[in-house]
């Protein structure tokens, strides 16, 4: 049996062959029986005419019942129309006639005469179809009405065949409607449940299950195609989720077992019979190293979690030079102690369109890191300026600069350079601020050098703005 979306194509496409199989019958058939029967009318009424002449040359005596000359040209008429002949007077009286046996009235002669016109009527239908046509003849003055009478078979048998022919060739195209129909759904619903089946398959065991791709340029495919392409993102996602959680342990283990070490340690100074204080507060020292290490990666993990949830970002206008200020005034403890120069270059007024407190964290992101991996003793210089219409913050330190092969790597979660694995850090930083200024429509990019160049290029403040 036919069932679902089979059935119902299927159903649709024979259904719509035969309405218009019924249609064109309804439009064809019965104009062109008409069409025929008129046509063949119209050829008799020619051919009275014509032969008219046939009736006209006889006698006003011939004008009678029972002249052998009128019974003659009737027999003649008959002859050369293929039509039964009746001579018929003004008082409806039958002169003459190939076939009066069998013949009733003639009220079209009657007609004929009294409107001096030819007049023709069609009586049946199909094959049973008869034509009358009369037409006004005068006989050395004497008006009478000559009746051609002939059955239209022709018509109706061309009408049979058309209508056989037509049978027949709906017959086949209803056939090759319900093969190709079902052949079509068949393919069509094979392919369907092939894919419920794959979403199914998914939804059960996970993206790692293998879907096949339909190759087929439809739409099918094209859906095909995009559930591959949906199920490939799900794939790297729940591959990123694995490594990012895989390395999130691995760097929350690292700094946790140094603490226990530590303690342990401290407890073998404490617990001695002459406690050994100086190690034991070295030992505090290094431990408290440690718990800020892991509470910076604590609150690293919480701000990509939160960029993973995707919250919203505000969008403000923010004073970026005042910004820039404030964030490099949290660092001179810092650079006081590392011997750093830390100059905030904002002689450019530049207003941004983003979250003041997304910027800021970026800005803090990048001096750190040029506090961080920048020379001790070195100069970093914070500037806010306008490129071609856009705000941007650069920070630039005069370190070795990033190498070439490092670049693109850097800004990837838990991506550290080669040369700063020492640097006490998580390579989470410029993963936060890329991800934060995309949120914002903002760009965190590398300068090239001299030097060590990142810059946070944001969305203007739009000029109509009364504060801009
Ligand atoms: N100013 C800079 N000078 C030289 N190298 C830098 C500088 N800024 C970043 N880098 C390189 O880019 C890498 C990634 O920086 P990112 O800020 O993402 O991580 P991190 O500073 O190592 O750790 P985290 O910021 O998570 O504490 C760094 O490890 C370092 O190799
Ligand atoms: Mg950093």
Do not use: C, W, Y
């Not at 009678?64 to 039964?84: C, D, F, I, M, P």
């Not at 009586?123 to 009369?134: D, F, L, M, N």
């Not at 701000?303 to 403000?316: F, K, M, Q, W």
Request: net charge neutral; aromatic share 2%.
């Amino acid at each position: 049996m036919l069932r679902g979306l089979r059935g119902r194509l299927v159903g649709a496409l024979l259904f719509t062959n035969a309405v218009t199989l019924a249609v064109a019958a309804v439009l064809l058939l019965s104009p062109l029986e008409s069409r025929l029967l008129k046509d063949e009318v119209e050829n008799l009424q020619q051919q009275l005419r014509a032969n008219r002449t046939t009736l006209t040359q006889l006698d006003a005596s011939d004008v009678r019942a029972g002249s052998r000359r009128l019974q003659r040209a009737t027999k003649v008429l008959k002859l050369r129309l293929g039509a039964e002949i009746i001579i018929v007077t003004a008082d409806n009286r039958i002169l003459a006639g190939t076939d009066v046996d069998r013949v009733d009235r003639f009220p079209e002669a009657g007609q004929a005469l009294r409107t001096r016109h030819t007049v023709r009527t069609v009586t049946g239908s199909g094959a049973s179809a008869i034509a009358r046509v009369a037409t006004p003849v005068t006989i050395d003055d004497v008006r009478v009405a000559a009746v051609a009478v002939r059955h239209l078979n022709d018509a109706g048998e061309a009408v049979a065949v058309v209508r056989q022919a037509f049978l027949v060739a709906a017959a086949i195209s209803l056939l090759i409607a319900l093969l190709l129909g079902l052949l079509l759904a068949s393919r069509l619903a094979q392919r369907l449940r092939a894919l419920r089946d794959s979403a199914l398959r998914v939804a059960e065991l996970g993206p790692v299950v293998e879907m096949r791709a339909d190759t087929t340029r439809d739409e099918v495919g094209d859906l095909t195609r995009a559930l591959v392409t949906m199920q490939d993102r799900l794939r790297e996602q729940e591959q990123a989720r694995r490594s990012f959680v895989a390395t999130a342990s691995h760097e929350l283990r690292t700094p946790l077992s140094s603490l226990r070490v530590m303690l342990d340690l401290l407890r073998d100074d404490l617990e001695g019979d002459v406690p050994d204080l100086t190690d034991a507060r070295e030992q505090v020292a290094r431990a408290d190293q440690q718990a800020g290490r892991l509470a910076r990666l604590a609150s690293d993990l919480l701000d990509l979690s939160r960029l993973d949830a995707g919250l919203p970002v505000r969008r403000e206008l923010v004073d970026l030079a005042e910004l820039t200020r404030a964030v490099a005034a949290e660092f001179e403890v810092h650079t006081g102690e590392t011997g750093q120069e830390l100059i905030v270059d904002d002689h450019a007024p530049a207003r941004a369109m983003g979250d003041p407190g997304a910027i800021a964290q970026i800005v803090r992101i990048m001096l750190d890191n040029a506090t961080r991996h920048g020379p001790p003793g070195g100069r970093i210089v914070a500037s806010v300026s306008i490129n071609a219409g856009r705000p941007s913050v650069a920070v630039r330190d005069d370190g070795p600069g990033i190498p070439p092969a490092e670049r693109a790597h850097i800004f990837e979660r838990f991506e550290r350079g080669a040369s700063t694995n020492s640097a006490p850090g998580f390579g989470l930083g410029l993963a936060i601020g890329r991800e934060l200024a995309t949120r914002m429509h903002a760009a965190l990019t590398l300068d090239d050098g001299p030097g060590t160049s990142f810059r946070l290029t944001l969305p203007a403040a739009p000029s109509g703005d009364p504060r801009h």
